[in-house]
């Protein structure tokens, strides 16, 4: 993958002060607005356990709610196309852009098409992939990568983001203003002017899904900007790549994720746009619909009986704002499109756990349990981390830290062995004295970032026995 992994990558992102800043700021921001609106609901728990629930009915009868998504979707009018992995996704989708005759595309926010790496795919056969969401728009303009779920330019304050407009907008379309400042109205009124060129002469869009009904086959986007709207309705063609773990059952199901999602995500009552298609419709939005279930790699989870709730996750990103791990390093050193718990969870579980980088993912918490008590879908978090280090662990070689902790078990597991221990440590600590022991030899990992302790002159037996006189 070309990433370094988490430990080396949170160390480099720590030394960012801005960076630094500007996450604390907007997480604090967002988390205090999440927990108003959450306050507001009497019945809050019971949205959250609504919510699960229709998940976990939706990844138990997965198979079948699939069948009768393609079923009502291609009554509609849609064309349904089944990717098992990335390639065979990108694949498809290039095919279509292809069969157009077109060499541009815009998109509404997608992970799962950041996921597969769409538009690298869409560059490699000479298409342009113009990303609309104003946050987006500023990590394509960066030459940056996505660092949150919600907001993936949130590393990014004010100022930096007028000097990526002043210095990019006008290489791929409309320029900025050579008078703009870093006023948010003035800065998204320039996005805006950017954008509506490219919304306006596009003839393929490309959008993902929040959720796919699968009574109905109807898809749901739910966004903020509106830029989203304009994706779905203007081009005469919409490809939507939607992950298949997307699916509910009925459109009652919507009912309480349209509740759960903005509040958790950014702390509104509701979103401001919430578009629904149902295939093709004449004189009305596009004339063609494409949709292209995924799986890549989310049949492997959902094989698992406690990892498959990480299938439930709804992109609120709750978890990130609220973890002390992801606000101090931020999402790049997470070496994926999914940071913060819910990525240190999904991420080794879609691609396993062969790379240094996944490796070192399910050690990327404290394991406080923030991100459990806030998940709108009741993700048990901390419970994957553990179950994940262990198969890692279990993974691993034999080290000299494995040897250590065995050696210790051996000795523990004696009341003899331990006393014969506790004398030579006793030994040593007369020796040490008050120096402290910074490194040991083979044990980087547990002394690299902590001292170990000095070891004591007598044991409590020993001191027992000195002070009581007796055994």
Same mark, same amino acid.
């Given at each position: 993958?070309?990433?370094?992994?988490?430990?080396?990558?949170?160390?480099?992102?720590?030394?960012?002060?801005?960076?630094?800043?500007?996450?604390?700021?907007?997480?604090?921001?967002?988390?205090?607005?999440?927990?108003?609106? &959450?306050?507001?609901?009497?019945?809050?728990?019971?949205?959250?356990?609504?919510?699960?629930?229709?998940?976990?009915?939706?990844?138990?009868?997965?198979?079948?709610?699939?069948?009768?998504?393609?079923?009502?979707?291609?009554?509609?009018?849609?064309?349904?196309?089944?990717?098992?992995?990335?390639?065979?996704?990108?694949?498809? &989708?290039?095919?279509?852009?292809?069969?157009?005759?077109?060499?541009?595309?815009?998109?509404?926010?997608?992970?799962?098409?950041?996921?597969?790496?769409?538009?690298?795919?869409?560059?490699?056969?000479?298409?342009?992939?113009?990303?609309?969401?104003?946050?987006?728009?500023?990590?394509?303009?960066?030459?940056?990568?996505?660092?949150?779920?919600?907001?993936?330019?949130?590393?990014?304050?004010?100022?930096?983001?007028?000097?990526?407009?002043?210095?990019?907008?006008?290489?791929?379309?409309?320029?900025?203003?050579?008078?703009?400042?870093?006023?948010?109205?003035?800065?998204?009124?320039?996005?805006?002017?950017?954008?509506?060129?490219?919304?306006?002469?596009?003839?393929?869009?490309?959008?993902?899904?929040?959720?796919?009904?699968?009574?109905?086959?109807?898809?749901?986007?739910?966004?903020?900007?509106?830029?989203?709207?304009?994706?779905?309705?203007?081009?005469?063609?919409?490809?939507?790549?939607?992950?298949?773990?997307?699916?509910?059952?009925?459109?009652?199901?919507?009912?309480?994720?349209?509740?759960?999602?903005?509040?958790?995500?950014?702390?509104?009552?509701?979103?401001?746009?919430?578009?629904?298609?149902?295939?093709?419709?004449?004189?009305?939005?596009?004339?063609?619909?494409?949709? &292209?279930?995924?799986?890549?790699?989310?049949?492997?989870?959902?094989?698992?009986?406690?990892?498959?709730?990480?299938?439930?996750?709804?992109?609120?990103?709750?978890?990130?704002?609220?973890?002390?791990?992801?606000?101090?390093?931020?999402?790049?050193?997470?070496?994926?499109?999914?940071?913060?718990?819910?990525?240190?969870?999904?991420?080794?579980?879609?691609?396993?756990?062969?790379?240094?980088?996944?490796?070192?993912?399910?050690?990327?918490?404290?394991?406080?349990?923030?991100?459990?008590?806030?998940?709108?879908?009741?993700?048990?978090?901390?419970?994957?981390?553990?179950?994940?280090?262990?198969?890692?662990?279990?993974?691993?070689?034999?080290?000299?830290?494995?040897?250590?902790?065995?050696?210790?078990?051996?000795?523990?597991?004696?009341?003899?062995?331990?006393?014969?221990?506790?004398?030579?440590?006793?030994?040593?600590?007369?020796?040490?004295?008050?120096?402290?022991?910074?490194?040991?030899?083979?044990?980087?990992?547990?002394?690299?970032?902590?001292?170990?302790?000095?070891?004591?002159?007598?044991?409590?037996?020993?001191?027992?026995?000195?002070?009581?006189?007796?055994?």
């Amino acid at each position: 993958m070309g990433m370094p992994s988490f430990p080396e990558a949170a160390e480099e992102a720590l030394g960012r002060t801005q960076q630094r800043h500007n996450l604390h700021h907007a997480t604090h921001t967002i988390r205090a607005k999440r927990a108003g609106v &959450v306050g507001e609901l009497d019945d809050w728990q019971a949205l959250r356990t609504a919510g699960a629930d229709a998940k976990d009915e939706a990844l138990a009868h997965l198979a079948d709610y699939l069948e009768q998504l393609e079923e009502n979707l291609t009554a509609n009018g849609a064309t349904v196309h089944w990717a098992r992995d990335a390639e065979e996704a990108n694949r498809i &989708v290039t095919g279509l852009v292809r069969a157009k005759e077109t060499d541009e595309v815009v998109k509404v926010k997608s992970m799962t098409t950041q996921e597969i790496e769409l538009n690298e795919a869409l560059r490699d056969a000479s298409i342009d992939a113009w990303e609309t969401d104003l946050a987006e728009l500023i990590v394509q303009l960066g030459g940056d990568l996505p660092s949150h779920i919600l907001v993936p330019a949130i590393h990014r304050n004010r100022s930096e983001i007028r000097e990526i407009f002043l210095r990019e907008m006008g290489a791929v379309g409309r320029a900025a203003p050579e008078d703009l400042t870093d006023d948010p109205a003035r800065l998204a009124e320039a996005a805006r002017l950017h954008l509506r060129e490219k919304f306006l002469r596009a003839k393929v869009g490309i959008s993902g899904a929040n959720f796919a009904i699968a009574d109905t086959g109807s898809l749901v986007v739910v966004e903020s900007e509106g830029n989203g709207r304009m994706c779905l309705t203007l081009p005469e063609t919409l490809i939507s790549v939607v992950g298949i773990e997307k699916v509910l059952p009925s459109w009652d199901d919507l009912a309480p994720m349209l509740q759960l999602l903005p509040r958790s995500s950014t702390g509104e009552r509701m979103n401001p746009y919430t578009s629904t298609w149902t295939g093709t419709h004449d004189g009305d939005g596009p004339q063609e619909v494409h949709v &292209v279930l995924l799986d890549n790699g989310r049949t492997h989870v959902l094989g698992d009986s406690i990892g498959r709730q990480a299938l439930r996750c709804i992109r609120c990103s709750a978890c990130l704002n609220v973890c002390p791990v992801y606000e101090r390093t931020g999402g790049h050193a997470y070496g994926s499109v999914y940071p913060g718990p819910i990525g240190a969870v999904l991420n080794p579980q879609l691609r396993g756990t062969a790379s240094e980088v996944d490796k070192s993912l399910p050690y990327a918490s404290t394991l406080c349990g923030a991100c459990y008590e806030v998940c709108p879908v009741k993700i048990n978090i901390p419970e994957l981390l553990v179950k994940l280090r262990g198969e890692v662990a279990d993974q691993e070689r034999p080290s000299a830290e494995s040897a250590a902790m065995a050696a210790a078990g051996w000795v523990l597991s004696d009341p003899r062995r331990l006393g014969a221990a506790q004398k030579a440590a006793n030994s040593v600590g007369r020796l040490l004295g008050d120096r402290t022991i910074r490194t040991v030899p083979g044990m980087g990992a547990w002394t690299s970032a902590r001292d170990v302790p000095t070891p004591p002159t007598e044991s409590f037996r020993q001191w027992w026995a000195r002070e009581r006189g007796t055994q």
